[in-house]
T-cell receptor, first 115, second 112 residues
Framework: AQSVTQLGSHVSVSEGALVLLRCNYS??????LFWYVQYPNQGLQLLLKYTSAATLVKGINGFEAEFKKSETSFHLTKPSAHMSDAAEYFCAVSDGGGGADGLTFGKGTHLIIQP | DAGITQSPRHKVTETGTPVTLRCHQT?????MYWYRQDPGHGLRLIHYSYGVKDTDKGEVSDGYSVSRSKTEDFLLTLESATSSQTSVYFCAISENMGDGYTFGSGTRLTVV
């Protein structure tokens, strides 16, 4: 069974600063990895995904993530934070099967942008 | 989200009453899921479906039942609502795990 750990339930950065949200996973097989973003009072929206192609994945809104198998990590970054990036971010992993183990989510990281 | 809608968006109900939430998809995806989202707990899987009339329990299924009589509709029923079921409920659909899930906009349920 997979598991996902997101380090830090809250992360605060200044506008214009680097954003780094950490995600570590455990999976017994090569995984699919995802980052979702949730803006207030909305559903989750897919930000980017890794599906065994390039290890550096680019997503929407200037975000990217790098798959590092040796570190079992899939950290999310953005070079320069914008006020509109304030949201909840969820990392998720799948081993390719459906059903109850379709996607396993981390508990989320709330990103706060300081003006 | 395009292709998936939840209804109602908001509901207030009294303790002990039955409540049904609806998830409707137009994508013809095989898998459908119901999650609840609560502060400090992230997303928790309630029930899921892998086809018409094929459903199974998730990690927090007590007090909930589901039905899927058509590919496009997945209903979540709270048999007798309790205050602990006050939450935001999300439906998600999937066909291929490589594409992840598509989520609905959520239903905010308050049990008073």
């Amino acid at each position: 069974a997979q598991s996902v750990t997101q380090l830090g339930s809250h992360v605060s950065v200044s506008e214009g600063a680097l954003v780094l949200l950490r995600c570590n996973y455990s999976s017994s097989v090569p995984p699919y990895l995802f980052w979702y973003v949730q803006y207030p009072n909305q559903g989750l929206q897919l930000l980017l995904k890794y599906t065994s192609a390039a290890t550096l994945v680019k997503g929407i809104n200037g975000f990217e993530a790098e798959f590092k198998k040796s570190e079992t990590s899939f950290h999310l970054t953005k070079p320069s934070a914008h006020m509109s990036d304030a949201a909840e971010y969820f990392c998720a992993v799948s081993d390719g099967g459906g059903g109850a183990d379709g996607l396993t989510f981390g508990k989320g990281t709330h990103l706060i942008i300081q003006p | 989200d395009a292709g998936i809608t939840q209804s109602p968006r908001h509901k207030v109900t009294e303790t002990g009453t039955p409540v049904t939430l609806r998830c409707h998809q137009t994508e013809n995806h095989r898998y459908m899921y119901w999650y609840r989202q609560d502060p400090g707990h992230g997303l928790r899987l309630i029930h899921y479906s892998y086809g018409v009339k094929d459903t199974d329990k998730g990690e927090v299924s007590d007090g909930y039942s589901v039905s899927r009589s058509k590919t496009e509709d997945f209903l979540l029923t709270l048999e007798s609502a309790t205050s602990s079921q006050t939450s935001v409920y999300f439906c998600a659909i999937s066909e291929n795990m490589g594409d992840g899930y598509t989520f609905g906009s959520g239903t905010r349920l308050t049990v008073v």
